[in-house]
C-alpha cells in the first residue's frame, strides 16, 4: 500500500519546470538563433472577419516586419520577434499538441471524456476555445495557447494599431487585454495556472496524470520566456522602474492568494468535498519509514488530529512575509484569518459553510493588500529585507509542505534576480550556489525533507547578512 502512494509522486509534480527555473537562473536565455519555423502571412485584412471580438489566430501577428522578426529589433520599443519566440521556446505553443500525446489521451480515456483534442474540459486550458461566432476565417483550435489567449481578441485592433501615434488605449477600447497591467496580468496566467470556477483541475485530474499546478508571476514570466522589455530594461520607453520585478512578485503573490481562496469558497459547494488537490499532497502520498525514522511523528501534529491531511498554504507561505514588511497592521489581521481557515481546513470533513465565509473574508483582505503591493514602491533596502525576512521564515514556510516550499526558493530567486540586476551583492557567488540548493532539495517531491530544506534556507539567510 505505501508503495503504491510513493510511486504516485515521482510523476506528480512537474519537475521539469523547477529544472527550467533553474536553468534560467544559469543563463538568461540567449536570443539569437531562432528557428526558420514561421508562417508566412501578413496582417488579415478582410473586412467581414475585422469585427472587434474576433479571434484571428496567431499567423496574422507572424509576419516578419510584424511579429516575426528573427532577431529582435533595436529600433522600436517593441521586439517585434514575439511570434518567433512563441513559436520556437514557449510551450504555449504547443499546449493543444499536449492533449494528443499519450499522457492526455490516456487521461481522457480515464476521465471518460472521448477524444482530450475535443473535450472542452480540456480545451478551455489548452487552446483558444471560443465560440464559434467569435473565430475569424485564419483560426484554428490547434494553435495551442497563443497571441490572444492573453492579449484578447485582435480582429478590432489588428489592422489599426501599426499606425502612428496609436496608443495602448485605443487598442484596449477595440478588444486587447490589458496584459500591461499587473493584476489583469496575473488574473490572466492564473486563469489557467490555477484554474477557476469555469476550467479546473482537480484531483481526479491529478490522479488520471495531470500534472499539479503551482505558479509564481515573475519567475514563470521569465521561463516562458518573455518576449516583451520591462520597465527597469535599458530601451524601455514606456516607464523605469528598476523594482518592477518586486512589484511583479508581490503583486503576483497577492492575486494567486486571493483567487486561489476565491476557489476554494466555491470548491466548498461544489459536489466533490473535501476536494483533495486543496490539501498537501504529500501528507497523504508519501512512504513510510520506521518510527524512529519519521520526521513526521517527531514534528508531532501540531494543529490539528494526527493523521489528518493539512490544508495546503502554499500560496499564502510567502506573502505572509511580504505582509509583514510592508503593512504590519494588515499583516495581523490575514494571519488570524487564514490560521482559523487553515484549521478549518485541517479537519477531516471539513465545514463547508464556515470555509466559504472565512476564504471570502480571507480573500477580501487579500484584495485589499493588493492594491498596496500596486503602489508601494521598492528600492533595495525593501528587496533585501524581504529577501532577509522570507529566508528566515525557513522553519515555519518549510513544516507547512513542499508546495510551500517551492514558493519560497522561487520568490528568494527572483528576489535575489531583481537585486543583481541594480545593485552589487559581496557574496553574490555563494548566494547563488546557495539558492540552486533550494531547488535541489525540491527536485525529488516526495522525499522533501522540511529539516534539510530549512537548513537550506538558513544558508541563504547567514548569507544575507
Ligand atoms: C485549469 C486549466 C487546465 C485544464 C482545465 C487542463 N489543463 Fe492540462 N495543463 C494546464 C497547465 C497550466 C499545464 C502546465 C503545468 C505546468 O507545467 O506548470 C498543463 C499541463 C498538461 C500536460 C503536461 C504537458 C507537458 O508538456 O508536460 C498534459 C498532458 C495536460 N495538461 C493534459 C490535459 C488534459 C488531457 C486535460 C483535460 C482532461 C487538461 N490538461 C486540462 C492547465 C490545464
Ligand atoms: C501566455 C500569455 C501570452 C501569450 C501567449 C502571448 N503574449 Fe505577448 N505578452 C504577454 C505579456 C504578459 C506581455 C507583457 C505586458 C505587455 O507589454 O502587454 C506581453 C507583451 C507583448 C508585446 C509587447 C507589448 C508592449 O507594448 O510592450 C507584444 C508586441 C506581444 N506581447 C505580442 C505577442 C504575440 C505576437 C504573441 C503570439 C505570437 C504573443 N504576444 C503571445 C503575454 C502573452
Ligand atoms: C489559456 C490558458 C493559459 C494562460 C492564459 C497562460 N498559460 Fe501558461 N500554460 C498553459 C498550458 C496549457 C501550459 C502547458 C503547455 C505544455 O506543456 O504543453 C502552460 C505552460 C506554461 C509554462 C511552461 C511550464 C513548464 O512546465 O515548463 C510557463 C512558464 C507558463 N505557462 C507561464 C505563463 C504565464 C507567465 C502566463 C501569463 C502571462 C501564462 N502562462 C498564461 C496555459 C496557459
Ligand atoms: C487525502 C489524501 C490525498 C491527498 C491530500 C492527495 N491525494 Fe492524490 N491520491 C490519493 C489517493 C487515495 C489516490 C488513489 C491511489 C490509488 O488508487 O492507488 C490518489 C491518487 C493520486 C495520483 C495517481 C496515483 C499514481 O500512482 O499515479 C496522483 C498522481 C496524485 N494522487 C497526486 C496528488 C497531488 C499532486 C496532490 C496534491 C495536489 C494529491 N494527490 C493530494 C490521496 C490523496
Not at 499567423?59 to 522600436?76: E, M
Not at 495557447?145 to 485592433?157: L, T
Not at 512575509?321 to 470533513?349: C, F, I, P, T, Y
Not at 516550499?405 to 559581496?426: G, H, T
Given at each position: 500500500m505505501t508503495t503504491?502512494?510513493?510511486?504516485?509522486?515521482?510523476?506528480t509534480?512537474n519537475?521539469?519546470i523547477?529544472?527550467?527555473?533553474v536553468?534560467?537562473?544559469a543563463s538568461?536565455?540567449p536570443?539569437?538563433a531562432?528557428s526558420?519555423?514561421r508562417?508566412n502571412?501578413?496582417?488579415?485584412?478582410?473586412k467581414?472577419d475585422d469585427a472587434?471580438g474576433k479571434?484571428?489566430?496567431p499567423g496574422s501577428?507572424a509576419?516578419?516586419?510584424c511579429?516575426?522578426?528573427?532577431v529582435?529589433?533595436s529600433d522600436?520599443?517593441?521586439?517585434q520577434?514575439?511570434?518567433?519566440?512563441?513559436?520556437?521556446k514557449d510551450k504555449?505553443?504547443?499546449a493543444?499538441a499536449?492533449?494528443?500525446?499519450?499522457?492526455?489521451?490516456r487521461?481522457a480515456?480515464?476521465?471518460?471524456?472521448?477524444a482530450?483534442?475535443t473535450a472542452?474540459?480540456?480545451?478551455?486550458?489548452?487552446a483558444?476555445d471560443?465560440?464559434?461566432s467569435?473565430?475569424?476565417?485564419?483560426?484554428e483550435?490547434?494553435e495551442?495557447?497563443s497571441?490572444?489567449?492573453?492579449?484578447?481578441?485582435?480582429?478590432?485592433?489588428?489592422?489599426?494599431?501599426?499606425?502612428r501615434?496609436?496608443t495602448?488605449?485605443?487598442?484596449?477600447a477595440l478588444g486587447?487585454?490589458d496584459?500591461r497591467?499587473?493584476?489583469?496580468r496575473s488574473e490572466?496566467?492564473?486563469?489557467c495556472?490555477?484554474?477557476?470556477?469555469?476550467?479546473?483541475v482537480?484531483?481526479?485530474?491529478?490522479?488520471?496524470g495531470?500534472?499539479?499546478l503551482f505558479f509564481?508571476l515573475d519567475t514563470?514570466s521569465?521561463?516562458?520566456?518573455?518576449?516583451?522589455?520591462?520597465?527597469?530594461?535599458?530601451?524601455?520607453?514606456?516607464g523605469?522602474?528598476?523594482?518592477?520585478?518586486v512589484?511583479?512578485l508581490?503583486?503576483?503573490?497577492?492575486v494567486?492568494?486571493?483567487q486561489?481562496?476565491l476557489?476554494?469558497?466555491?470548491r466548498?459547494h461544489?459536489?466533490?468535498?473535501?476536494?483533495?488537490?486543496?490539501?498537501?499532497?504529500?501528507a497523504?502520498h508519501?512512504?513510510?519509514?520506521?518510527p524512529?525514522?519519521?520526521?513526521?511523528?517527531?514534528?508531532?501534529y501540531?494543529?490539528?488530529?494526527p493523521?489528518?491531511p493539512?490544508w495546503?498554504?502554499?500560496?499564502?507561505?510567502v506573502?505572509?512575509d511580504v505582509?509583514?514588511?510592508?503593512?504590519?497592521?494588515?499583516a495581523?489581521?490575514?494571519?488570524?484569518e487564514?490560521s482559523?481557515?487553515?484549521q478549518?481546513?485541517?479537519q477531516l470533513n471539513?465545514d463547508?459553510d464556515?470555509v466559504a465565509t472565512?476564504a471570502t473574508?480571507?480573500a477580501h483582505?487579500?484584495?485589499?493588500?493588493?492594491a498596496?503591493?500596486?503602489?508601494?514602491s521598492?528600492d533595495p533596502?525593501?528587496?533585501?529585507?524581504?529577501?532577509?525576512?522570507?529566508s528566515?521564515?525557513?522553519d515555519?514556510?518549510s513544516?507547512?509542505?513542499?508546495?510551500?516550499?517551492?514558493q519560497?526558493a522561487?520568490a528568494?530567486q527572483s528576489?535575489?534576480?531583481?537585486?543583481?540586476?541594480?545593485?552589487?551583492?559581496?557574496?553574490?557567488e555563494q548566494?547563488?550556489?546557495?539558492i540552486?540548493g533550494?531547488?535541489?532539495?525540491?527536485q525529488?517531491?516526495?522525499?522533501?525533507?522540511?529539516?534539510?530544506?530549512?537548513?537550506?534556507?538558513?544558508?541563504?539567510?547567514?548569507l544575507?547578512?
Amino acid at each position: 500500500m505505501t508503495t503504491r502512494l510513493k510511486a504516485a509522486h515521482s510523476r506528480t509534480v512537474n519537475v521539469s519546470i523547477l529544472l527550467a527555473i533553474v536553468a534560467i537562473f544559469a543563463s538568461i536565455f540567449p536570443l539569437d538563433a531562432f528557428s526558420q519555423n514561421r508562417a508566412n502571412s501578413s496582417p488579415a485584412t478582410a473586412k467581414s472577419d475585422d469585427a472587434a471580438g474576433k479571434y484571428t489566430g496567431p499567423g496574422s501577428c507572424a509576419s516578419t516586419t510584424c511579429h516575426g522578426s528573427i532577431v529582435p529589433r533595436s529600433d522600436n520599443r517593441v521586439l517585434q520577434n514575439e511570434y518567433s519566440i512563441w513559436i520556437v521556446k514557449d510551450k504555449h505553443s504547443k499546449a493543444y499538441a499536449a492533449l494528443t500525446g499519450p499522457i492526455g489521451e490516456r487521461m481522457a480515456k480515464i476521465l471518460g471524456i472521448g477524444a482530450a483534442e475535443t473535450a472542452p474540459r480540456c480545451l478551455a486550458c489548452h487552446a483558444l476555445d471560443v465560440p464559434q461566432s467569435e473565430r475569424g476565417r485564419t483560426f484554428e483550435l490547434s494553435e495551442g495557447v497563443s497571441c490572444e489567449s492573453c492579449h484578447g481578441p485582435a480582429a478590432g485592433w489588428l489592422g489599426p494599431h501599426t499606425e502612428r501615434d496609436w496608443t495602448h488605449q485605443k487598442s484596449l477600447a477595440l478588444g486587447m487585454y490589458d496584459t500591461r497591467d499587473l493584476t489583469k496580468r496575473s488574473e490572466k496566467c492564473l486563469s489557467c495556472h490555477l484554474g477557476s470556477d469555469e476550467k479546473s483541475v482537480d484531483h481526479e485530474m491529478i490522479a488520471a496524470g495531470h500534472p499539479d499546478l503551482f505558479f509564481e508571476l515573475d519567475t514563470f514570466s521569465d521561463v516562458m520566456p518573455r518576449h516583451w522589455k520591462e520597465p527597469g530594461e535599458p530601451g524601455e520607453a514606456a516607464g523605469t522602474d528598476p523594482w518592477y520585478n518586486v512589484r511583479e512578485l508581490t503583486s503576483g503573490q497577492a492575486v494567486q492568494l486571493r483567487q486561489s481562496l476565491l476557489r476554494l469558497a466555491s470548491r466548498s459547494h461544489g459536489k466533490i468535498w473535501p476536494e483533495y488537490s486543496e490539501l498537501q499532497c504529500y501528507a497523504c502520498h508519501h512512504s513510510l519509514t520506521p518510527p524512529e525514522q519519521s520526521w513526521r511523528q517527531a514534528r508531532g501534529y501540531p494543529g490539528r488530529r494526527p493523521g489528518n491531511p493539512p490544508w495546503n498554504p502554499s500560496r499564502y507561505a510567502v506573502f505572509r512575509d511580504v505582509v509583514r514588511q510592508l503593512d504590519g497592521e494588515n499583516a495581523e489581521k490575514l494571519d488570524s484569518e487564514l490560521s482559523r481557515l487553515g484549521q478549518l481546513m485541517s479537519q477531516l470533513n471539513p465545514d463547508r459553510d464556515a470555509v466559504a465565509t472565512s476564504a471570502t473574508n480571507s480573500a477580501h483582505l487579500a484584495d485589499e493588500l493588493l492594491a498596496k503591493m500596486n503602489s508601494a514602491s521598492y528600492d533595495p533596502m525593501i528587496t533585501l529585507h524581504l529577501l532577509q525576512a522570507i529566508s528566515a521564515d525557513a522553519d515555519d514556510i518549510s513544516g507547512q509542505g513542499e508546495h510551500s516550499a517551492a514558493q519560497a526558493a522561487m520568490a528568494i530567486q527572483s528576489l535575489f534576480l531583481a537585486y543583481e540586476r541594480n545593485e552589487k551583492l559581496q557574496n553574490s557567488e555563494q548566494l547563488r550556489v546557495a539558492i540552486k540548493g533550494l531547488f535541489q532539495e525540491l527536485q525529488n517531491p516526495s522525499a522533501y525533507d522540511p529539516a534539510r530544506f530549512a537548513s537550506q534556507m538558513k544558508q541563504v539567510n547567514a548569507l544575507l547578512r
